[in-house]
């Protein structure tokens, strides 16, 4: 063995050694805490100052606070470290909250990422009996304490979200609402559920027809009034994969009921601005309108004979599918809107609608300029003319004649 050799191998010996002397003396401070009985309040440190360690990257103090929490068998921390450090938890989330944050967004946000055990530290805090809380975060104590101080970390740094509120709703009794609305997830439900097109469209354009009518009598109800029309805003969260290709589909069905979708790339969802009557609307095609797509672009892959089977289960091909399965419905339910508001004009009287209508958007824009007052275009490609048939097909099959729909509504 060459003298650089056994010189490298006494380095690493010496630093083992170190690290071992290092393990011992935080292994006694833990005993000596352990012995003191550790309150509340010191509990509640120690976790924070691992949460700050591992900010700084400070591995050594962030495990002599780590084997501090853990102590020796015996002691009976466990239970008061899982309260304490539930407390921080939820004290970041109220935090969090207070700047504009959800619980579903937070714990999504989590879980992309930092991992599905991370998100856990979120979404158990309020839901696990006292005492388990870290056991359900990760089954061994020290992991879940860091877990929970490394999501802790992450909370302390997301940017504020604009607030949003829910706007007033005219005044109509709560239960026509929820009959209306009831009727129309069910029609939806059937028309994400058939296998016949026929079927589907003719659910599709009846529940077309409830929340046509259910929203030009709102609006009528709702008045003029001051032009601010109680416009309020709501998260869609949106998963990947294609998850920018899928907000489309929100952009289009938001723009095509008088709301303004606006998309976070960084977060993964879109914030719908509205009058809560359009924005119920919305959120129901847009969510019935992705299962249709989601299974269509699945059939299509599944139904492609050779050599084009990998074709159509490709990326690019998926891709391009929801583009123009987004796009054609957008251009359908555009006209078909359009075609509902001449007819709710000429059967209510121009005058009485349209003020109201163009106050409602006048207000959404106003709202939107509001809450991001930076905003860019966005701009979305298609490279698979595979794909970009077989999305335009599917969007015809899911079409919703609104026109008709309304002509036949009593």
Not at 164 to 175: F, G, I, Q, T, W
């Amino acid at each position: 063995m060459g003298r650089s050799s056994r010189d490298r191998r006494r380095q690493r010996d010496r630093r083992l050694q170190a690290a071992e002397r290092a393990r011992e003396r935080r292994r006694a401070e833990s005993e000596e805490v352990g012995r003191q009985e550790l309150d509340a309040v010191e509990i509640e440190r120690l976790f924070m100052a691992a949460v700050d360690a591992h900010r700084r990257r400070d591995k050594d103090e962030m495990w002599e606070a780590v084997d501090a929490l853990t102590g020796p068998p015996g002691y009976g921390l466990r239970a008061l470290v899982d309260a304490g450090v539930a407390r921080c938890v939820r004290r970041a989330i109220a935090a969090a909250q207070e700047e504009g944050w959800d619980a579903i967004g937070l714990e999504r946000v989590v879980r992309r990422r930092l991992g599905r055990e991370a998100a856990k530290v979120v979404g158990e805090v309020d839901a696990a009996p006292a005492g388990d809380y870290l056991q359900r975060v990760y089954g061994d104590l020290s992991s879940a304490i860091l877990t929970a101080a490394e999501v802790l970390e992450l909370l302390t740094l997301l940017p504020p979200l604009p607030k949003l509120r829910s706007a007033e709703r005219s005044r109509c009794p709560a239960d026509a609402d929820a009959r209306i609305l009831e009727r129309v997830r069910a029609l939806l439900a059937k028309a994400e559920s058939t296998t016949f097109p026929e079927e589907a469209e003719a659910l599709s354009a009846k529940a077309q027809e409830l929340m046509a009518r259910y929203a030009i009598d709102r609006a009528l109800l709702g008045g003029v009034g001051d032009g601010r029309h109680g416009v309020g805003g709501r998260r869609i969260h949106i998963d990947d994969p294609y998850a920018r290709s899928k907000f489309l589909l929100v952009d289009v069905v938001a723009d095509a009921n008088r709301c303004r979708a606006v998309w976070s790339r960084e977060f993964r969802f879109a914030t719908v601005f509205g009058a809560d009557d359009d924005l119920d609307i919305v959120e129901l095609m847009f969510t019935s309108l992705l299962c249709q797509a989601t299974a269509a672009v699945t059939a299509a892959g599944s139904a492609a004979q050779e050599p084009f089977v990998r074709g159509a289960r490709s990326r690019s091909f998926r891709q391009s599918f929801l583009v123009a399965y987004a796009t054609r419905i957008g251009a359908r339910l555009r006209e078909a809107s359009e075609a509902a508001t001449e007819e709710a004009s000429q059967a209510h009287g121009p005058e009485r609608l349209l003020p109201v209508l163009a106050a409602r958007e006048a207000a959404t824009e106003a709202a939107v300029r509001a809450a991001f007052p930076h905003l860019r275009s966005a701009q979305f490609s298609a490279h698979d003319s595979a794909g970009w048939a077989a999305g335009v097909a599917a969007a015809d099959v899911a079409s919703l004649d609104t026109r008709r729909a309304v002509k036949g509504a009593g």
